[in-house]
T-cell receptor, first 112, second 117 residues
Framework: DAKTTQPPSMDCAEGRAANLPCNHS???????VYWYRQIHSQGPQYIIHGLKNNETNEMASLIITEDRKSSTLILPHATLRDTAVYYC?????????????FGKGTTLSVSS | DTEVTQTPKHLVMGMTNKKSLKCEQHMGHRAMYWYKQKAKKPPELMFV???????INESVPSRFSPECPNSSLLNLHLHALQPEDSALYLC????????????????FGNGTRLTVT
């Protein structure tokens, strides 16, 4: 079962920051938080992941609370092409090839 | 564009047919995955291969038969499917599994959309 809770949908105006929350209150010490998104009719696309510290890359920023029970994905300047389903996933890395277990995700709609 | 290539993009098959889905990657990844995604639902894990050996089977019916002939290829053989098996089938891969890369992201293909009639 998915170990995360996300709002089912969010709206964002084009050019504004999109802040997508995720609750993972049962996360264990060595589990990472991953974010993926899926644009209609495509495969899921990796965005970012982190353990404890905040992370930033060319796509987004990931803010993880100090107690690690929740996180926020930030898209700093949302565009229409960012309209997608965003999945927050908790993953335990191990030797056997740990798969991603997807929850229901958040449908982000960016409008002009 | 993705670095994981899935063929065909679309497939229509009857319930008595035998068909195969193919997945190929040339990133040197040694873990490969099959997922199934029904409309408006999240992807569901089916199988995981690690170093060409099946490591996880999520209680998938035997009418789905995976095969990993080498480190770059992953097949999913289909036989006697039911209409409810119609879905998007996604393949993914991740880096060679060593202590420094246990946590490597999965890279997904764009899937094969399967319709069973």
């Amino acid at each position: 079962d998915a170990k995360t809770t996300q709002p089912p949908s969010m709206d964002c105006a084009e050019g504004r920051a999109a802040n997508l929350p995720c609750n993972h209150s049962t996360i264990s010490g060595n589990e990472y938080v991953y974010w993926y998104r899926q644009i209609h009719s495509q495969g899921p696309q990796y965005i970012i992941h982190g353990l404890k510290n905040n992370e930033t890359n060319e796509m987004a920023s990931l803010i993880i609370t100090e107690d690690r029970k929740s996180s926020t994905l930030i898209l700093p300047h949302a565009t229409l092409r960012d309209t997608a389903v965003y999945y927050c996933i908790v993953r335990l890395p191990n030797q056997a090839g740990t798969a991603l277990i997807f929850g229901k995700g958040t449908t982000l709609s960016v409008s002009s | 564009d993705t670095e994981v290539t899935q063929t065909p993009k679309h497939l229509v098959m009857g319930m008595t047919n035998k068909k195969s889905l193919k997945c190929e990657q040339h990133m040197g990844h040694r873990a490969m995955y099959w997922y199934k995604q029904k409309a408006k639902k999240p992807p569901e894990l089916m199988f995981v291969y690690s170093y060409e050996k099946l490591s996880i089977n999520e209680s998938v019916p035997s009418r789905f038969s995976p095969e990993c002939p080498n480190s770059s290829l992953l097949n999913l053989h289909l036989h006697a499917l039911q209409p409810e098996d119609s879905a998007l089938y996604l393949c993914a891969s991740s880096r060679p599994l060593s202590p420094s890369s246990y946590n490597s992201p999965l890279h997904f293909g764009n899937g094969t959309r399967l319709t069973v009639t």
